[in-house]
């Protein structure tokens, strides 16, 4: 059981349901605040400067700043990526996207801190004129990235879904994917410092999860239908003396011996043999 898997059994129930909806929720209500309060948004915004002055409300407020966009715009991309975010938590499951999205938000506050800290130093005081040093106005930090990250997960997990670009034109997910990843890589080989630091604390959560999850492939829609099909078909024929769902097939331990235990199903053995990771690897194969 990999570290994430024991963090997900400890604190998983905490998990928040649907937690696209909600950010779109938030994503709107500032929308409707640019138009109808736009002097809010100033006080809205993330600030490092100001937050270490004590307006700490900022390190989440900013997920309601909306950028200025036709309201036909605001629409569809609400409509978009609720059907992504809400097609990502089904298969990786609500903890997982939890996670993934929460994670985003971290590192985005994070490198601003740190853009803070940069330009401080570069030049030599937290105080430019009397004023605190702000990045308000730059664009740089927005929840857009966050957006941006589910678009990416979308494309690396379901990389063959046909989408209608423009509502006409048929495209898949990972060449859009692709076009997308091209356009950040460019901000970052030809930005400034600011710029890099900006993309790369906005996409961190990407880069983290996909290439920290090795076994990636056992989240895609391929694999959870095959499992989901073994289940059912496998179900009668695992039900142990207890209630018990697994077996090993040498010592015949189960999961109510030790709740630590993992069991896999081994694929060179001729049948439905499960051993435990004691026994994964040493037992004789059954021909």
Known sequence: MSWFDKMEKKVGRYAISNLT?????????????????????QWLTLEPGLILKGQIWRIVSWIFVAPAEKPIYFLLMVWLYYSLGTTLERT???FRYNVYIISGMLFTVIGAFVLYGV????????????????????????????????FLAFAVTYPDMEVLLYF????????????????????????????????????????????????????????????????????????????????????GRTE?????LEFRFCSKCNGNYEYCQDHLFTHEHVK
Not at 23 to 32: E, T
Not at 256 to 260: A, H, I, V
């Open 92 to 94: 990786w499951g609500t």
């Open 119 to 150: 330009l401080c130093a570069t030049y030599d005081a937290a105080f430019i004129g009397g004023q605190t040093l702000l990045l308000t106005g730059s664009g740089l930090f927005s929840v857009s990235y966050i957006y941006m990250s589910i």
């Open 256 to 260: 109510l011996d030790d709740p630590c």
């Open 21 to 41: 909806l909600y950010l779109l929720i938030a994503y709107g209500i500032g929308y409707m605040t640019r138009f109808l309060m736009p002097e809010l948004l």
């Open 168 to 251: 006409i034109i048929p495209i898949k997910m990972k060449w859009m994917g692709l076009v997308y990843g091209v356009m950040i890589l460019y901000g970052i080989i030809s930005g400034s410092m600011v710029t890099r630091i900006a993309i790369i604390a906005s996409i961190l959560n990407f880069i983290i999860f996909f290439l920290s999850t090795r076994n990636l492939s056992r989240y895609s829609p391929k694999e959870r239908a095959r499992k989901a099909k073994f289940k059912q078909q496998s179900a009668p024929h695992m039900t142990y003396a207890n209630g018990a769902r697994h077996r090993c097939a040498v010592c």
